[in-house]
């Protein structure tokens, strides 16, 4: 079967570096996502990894290990609009481009 | 540019109605998927578009749910006979597919309540 793993809550301190991991089961990899979601609101895109090792974006990174099926989401720089909950998804197969969502980690960004 | 637009963004219905969701994917996005998601968890994969057809129907959970996008651009997920365990925030994602892991983009969703 399918299965991402991801934490469910975690609680950081502003200014702070926080690393969100998820690790994967899926029947193929074609590429992981992360996203953001506010409350309520719909996901929005931070990264993607198809290639072992790190992605940097401004105050975000992803790291990748295909042979370990292991993703972590780095957020350095806590900022209170931060809270949220974050998604890590797998693009399993190749033919179709569906996405496999984990349940998401609510991060809580305390002053 | 415009983002992927879904209307109603709140749906209230009774058990037994048919609803209606529709999605307005970004321009020129050739791939259209629907997801849900009930509350605490992440979104569950229901169809994807490819153009015109259904090229993966496998997460429609049952014969209750149908969606169609008959000119290739906006699509309208349907839903008979509702029941209450339909009630969920119902996403629309767009991509341009020109490539096998081209990121999908989310628009605000619609939250169905069935009461």
């Known amino acids: 079967g399918q299965n991402i793993d991801q934490p469910t809550e975690m609680t950081a301190t502003e200014g702070a570096i926080v690393q969100i991991n998820c690790t994967y089961q899926?029947?193929?990899?074609?590429?992981l996502f992360w996203y953001q979601q506010h409350a309520g609101e719909a996901p929005t895109f931070l990264s993607y990894n198809v290639l072992d090792g790190l992605e940097e974006k401004g105050r975000f990174s992803s790291f990748l290990s295909r042979s370990k099926g292991y993703s972590y989401l780095l957020l350095k720089e806590l900022q209170m609009k931060d809270s949220a909950s974050y998604l890590c998804?797998?693009?399993?197969?190749?033919?179709?481009?569906?996405?496999?969502f984990g349940t998401g980690t609510r991060l809580k960004v305390l002053a | 540019g415009a983002g992927v637009s879904q209307t109603p963004s709140n749906k209230v219905t009774e058990k037994g109605k048919y609803v209606e969701l529709r999605c307005d994917p970004i321009?020129?996005?050739?791939?259209l998927y629907w997801y849900r998601q009930s509350l605490g968890q992440g979104p569950e994969f229901l169809i994807y578009f490819q153009g015109t057809g259904a090229a993966d129907d496998s997460g429609l959970p049952n014969d209750r749910f149908f969606a169609v996008r008959p000119e290739g651009s906006v699509s309208t997920l349907k839903i008979q006979r509702t029941e209450r365990g339909d009630s969920a925030m119902y996403l629309c994602?767009?991509?341009?597919?020109?490539?096998?892991?081209?990121?999908?983009?989310f628009g605000p969703g619609t939250r169905l309540t069935v009461l």
């Open positions: 994602a767009s991509s341009s597919v020109s490539g096998s892991t081209d990121t999908q983009y």
């Open positions: 899926t029947s193929g990899f074609n590429g």
């Open positions: 321009s020129g996005h050739t791939a």
């Open positions: 998804a797998v693009s399993p197969t190749s033919g179709t481009y569906k996405y496999i």
